[in-house]
């Protein structure tokens, strides 16, 4: 098999190594149920806590992560994403894109919302978080917490966009269409879902099997023909070319089964997600920096925060002086930042730093809060009925 030459990447791609280990704070949060205790009091002391996530707390799904212990950059040295100037410009970059994307999209179909994303659910159901930015693109928060606001970042595979029109066009229909086109890689992604190749959350099976499967969905298959892969145009700038502001009419062109063509000038569809290299939607940031200028406190779960999209926004929080708890595995970005002059003593109301599975430590903190709401619930019931019956007894005595 052959494969086309990648253009070197000019950008370099940030915090790739090893990041330093983070200071536990408060010292006793190093258990999960210290970490507990810690954030129950964080809480305390943060009213309309926003959550800040990242990839790592859809590993319990079965997606990869980029920096954690076994993320695709520490497993898979030479992986680098696709660049977005890379992806407008380069027709084979594209057919390489969209090829792998093809065989990943099964698996983060399959993919499910895990225990971590009901937990922040019912976080916000307890009325102790206000809202969630995610920098992930897996759609898992709004599927498990619709009626909880999510702010997608970094956007969404979910649907495909035009980069001439900006219509959306959902993913599963992309992908029916990529099936009808490429009969050859439908084949070869059927004789890959028999062979449980895709079932298995195991990197190591996987790669046995000549697959890597990396965070946003795709998957690598060392010396694929990706040359041979087409890709539709958007069906709008099919039927209704966009006029370009020197009054020509933009072109798009397919050949007879129905495939994208160089020969256009529009119609190229791209994944509605923030390629590495390209500016976060307008609205999408104001959004953001919205939520954080509005929120008591900022909840970080399963990020290095190494992009500077989401760093910035924890910076703004520390900025604010509003209380920042981090939960993930490995180091973070500048963490040191959030956490200067805090009180030594201080319980976790001033701040946390955990490094512990969020897959573990989220469903227990609920599970304490659910019960401290139900104490603190039947105490007031009772200082309640006190007072209610203290009245009572008093009317009698004045009647």
Same mark, same amino acid.
């Given at each position: 098999?052959?494969?086309?030459?990648?253009?070197?990447?000019?950008?370099?791609?940030?915090?790739?190594? /090893?990041?330093?280990?983070?200071?536990? /704070?408060?010292?006793?949060?190093?258990?999960?149920?210290?970490?507990?205790?810690?954030?129950?009091?964080?809480?305390?002391?943060?009213?309309?806590?926003?959550?800040?996530?990242?990839?790592?707390?859809?590993?319990?799904?079965?997606?990869?992560?980029?920096?954690?212990?076994?993320?695709?950059?520490?497993?898979?040295?030479?992986?680098?994403?696709?660049?977005?100037?890379?992806? /407008?410009?380069?027709?084979?970059?594209?057919?390489?894109?969209?090829?792998?994307?093809?065989?990943?999209?099964?698996?983060?179909?399959?993919?499910?919302?895990?225990?971590?994303?009901?937990?922040?659910?019912?976080?916000?159901?307890?009325?102790?978080?206000?809202?969630?930015?995610?920098?992930?693109?897996?759609?898992?928060?709004?599927?498990?917490?619709?009626?909880?606001?999510?702010?997608?970042?970094?956007?969404?595979?979910r649907s495909c966009v035009c980069t001439s029109c900006h219509e959306e066009l959902p993913r599963d229909t992309f992908q029916h269409e990529l099936a009808r086109l490429n009969p050859t890689w439908d084949a070869f992604l059927q004789e890959v879902?028999?062979?449980?190749?895709?079932?298995?959350?195991?990197?190591?099976?996987?790669?046995?099997?000549?697959?890597?499967?990396?965070?946003?969905?795709?998957?690598?298959?060392?010396?694929?023909?990706?040359?041979?892969?087409?890709?539709?145009?958007?069906?709008?700038?099919?039927?209704?070319?966009?006029?370009?502001?020197?009054?020509?009419?933009?072109?798009?062109?397919?050949?007879?089964?129905?495939?994208?063509?160089?020969?256009?000038?529009?119609?190229?569809?791209?994944?509605?997600?923030?390629?590495?290299?390209?500016?976060?939607?307008?609205?999408?940031?104001?959004?953001?920096?919205?939520?954080?200028?509005?929120?008591?406190?900022?909840?970080?779960?399963?990020?290095?925060?190494?992009?500077?999209?989401?760093?910035?926004?924890?910076?703004?929080?520390?900025?604010?002086?509003?209380?920042?708890?981090?939960?993930?595995?490995?180091?973070?970005?500048?963490?040191?930042?959030?956490?200067?002059?805090?009180?030594?003593?201080?319980?976790?109301?001033?701040?946390?730093?955990?490094?512990?599975?969020?897959?573990?430590?989220?469903?227990?903190?609920?599970?304490?809060?659910?019960?401290?709401?139900?104490?603190?619930?039947?105490?007031?019931?009772?200082?309640?009925?006190?007072?209610?019956?203290?009245?009572?007894?008093?009317?009698?005595?004045?009647?």
């Amino acid at each position: 098999m052959t494969s086309f030459p990648m253009r070197k990447p000019y950008m370099r791609i940030p915090y790739t190594d /090893i990041l330093a280990s983070p200071t536990i /704070i408060p010292k006793t949060a190093n258990t999960i149920s210290g970490a507990i205790a810690a954030i129950q009091e964080f809480f305390k002391a943060s009213h309309s806590t926003v959550v800040l996530s990242g990839a790592g707390i859809s590993v319990a799904s079965g997606l990869a992560d980029y920096r954690g212990p076994k993320g695709t950059y520490r497993v898979n040295k030479t992986y680098r994403p696709i660049y977005y100037s890379e992806f /407008i410009q380069n027709h084979e970059a594209r057919k390489r894109y969209w090829a792998r994307s093809f065989l990943g999209w099964t698996t983060l179909l399959k993919a499910k919302p895990n225990a971590s994303h009901y937990a922040v659910k019912h976080l916000g159901d307890l009325g102790l978080v206000q809202s969630v930015i995610t920098q992930n693109v897996d759609s898992f928060h709004p599927k498990a917490h619709p009626q909880l606001p999510t702010i997608e970042l970094h956007g969404y595979l979910r649907s495909c966009v035009c980069t001439s029109c900006h219509e959306e066009l959902p993913r599963d229909t992309f992908q029916h269409e990529l099936a009808r086109l490429n009969p050859t890689w439908d084949a070869f992604l059927q004789e890959v879902l028999a062979s449980g190749a895709l079932d298995t959350e195991n990197p190591d099976e996987r790669r046995a099997k000549g697959l890597r499967t990396n965070p946003d969905g795709d998957v690598d298959l060392p010396d694929a023909p990706y040359t041979t892969f087409r890709y539709p145009s958007c069906p709008r700038c099919l039927t209704a070319p966009l006029i370009a502001t020197d009054g020509s009419r933009a072109r798009v062109e397919i050949d007879a089964d129905g495939a994208w063509k160089p020969t256009s000038t529009a119609g190229i569809l791209k994944p509605a997600v923030t390629m590495f290299g390209e500016n976060i939607q307008a609205s999408v940031k104001v959004e953001a920096e919205h939520a954080i200028e509005n929120a008591g406190g900022l909840l970080v779960l399963g990020t290095s925060l190494a992009t500077y999209s989401a760093w910035r926004l924890a910076k703004r929080a520390r900025d604010r002086g509003i209380p920042i708890a981090i939960i993930n595995l490995g180091g973070v970005r500048g963490e040191d930042t959030f956490f200067v002059d805090l009180d030594p003593s201080q319980d976790g109301r001033q701040g946390v730093r955990a490094e512990l599975s969020i897959g573990e430590l989220l469903p227990g903190l609920v599970e304490h809060m659910r019960q401290s709401s139900i104490i603190n619930s039947a105490q007031e019931d009772h200082d309640h009925s006190a007072e209610h019956h203290g009245a009572s007894v008093f009317k009698d005595m004045m009647s």
